[in-house]
């Protein structure tokens, strides 16, 4: 088996059923929920990852896929996230518009140390919502930033 950096989870597609399974690498078997035992050795794992979380979405987007008769999605690369995306998808879920702007002010300063409009705006343009400044302005009104000597900005 090919075992990629430490990653510790995997997707295999069980030859019986076809189904997408979610596995530890670190397993040697595994059994299908259609009952056939299968020996992790002899198949290749795929998508791996080291999140449980990702491993659930990538074996629910195969089986969705296989369901739907199609081929499996293309493999995601495993390059490191861009950090403003990164930042930018921890944002997404949050509904509240002072808290996600929290999480992204709080997500540059552990990425920048201080952070610009300009950092913002990156952020924003991936989520299409709000400006750059009004995120600042908002932050600001909640005392939820400062401004550093620089001109620059952290979260509190
Ligand atoms: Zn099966």
């Known amino acids: 088996m090919i075992r990629v950096g430490c990653m510790k989870y995997g997707l295999l597609v069980c030859p019986r059923c076809g189904m997408a399974k979610g596995v530890e690498a670190s397993k040697k078997t595994t059994t299908c929920q259609c009952g056939r035992e299968i020996d992790l050795r002899r198949v290749k794992l795929k998508y791996m990852t080291d999140s449980p979380l990702e491993l659930a979405e990538s074996v629910a987007k195969a089986n969705a896929a296989l369901r739907g008769g199609q081929q499996l ?84």
């Open 73 to 156: 999605p293309p493999e995601r690369k495993t390059r490191k996230k861009e950090p403003y995306f990164v930042i930018a998808e921890r944002a997404r879920s949050v509904k509240d518009p002072v808290e996600r702007m929290k999480v992204i002010a709080k997500g540059l300063t552990d990425l920048k140390g201080a952070f610009g409009v300009d950092d913002v705006r990156r952020v924003v343009s991936i989520l299409g919502k709000d400006s750059a400044e009004d995120v600042i302005k908002i932050l600001q009104e909640h005392n939820l930033v400062y401004e550093t000597v620089n001109g620059g900005f952290r979260a509190v």
